[in-house]
């Protein structure tokens, strides 16, 4: 248990990867926002979460239900997930869209 004090000195902003396209290029991915999504939606600040990356509230239940389906099997399966991954897609691109 020694551990877990020294654990509690870094937080999940400490071990954020950098954007290395925005850092080379100067343009924002398609993904940039999600680590401070996940830890904005960590902290419990969920309308500051969807604001930093719109995508993140559409991708919980795609992960979700992917995890769910594969240690249960649901029986239309494949149209829910192609449901899911659009919809995700559709907030990813327009996000990306958006900060341009």
Request: aromatic share 16%.
């Amino acid at each position: 248990m020694k551990i877990l004090p020294f654990l509690l000195l870094f937080s999940l902003d400490d071990f954020m990867l950098p954007c290395l396209n925005k850092k080379f290029f100067g343009i924002e991915c398609p993904g940039c926002g999600l680590q401070r999504a996940v830890s904005l939606l960590l902290q419990g600040e969920f309308r500051q979460a969807f604001v930093m990356y719109p995508a993140i509230y559409p991708l919980i239940p795609l992960l979700g239900f992917l995890l769910f389906n594969n240690f249960y099997p649901v029986k239309y399966a494949n149209k829910i997930i192609i449901t899911l991954t659009i919809t995700t897609v559709l907030f990813i691109l327009s996000n990306f869209i958006f900060k341009l």
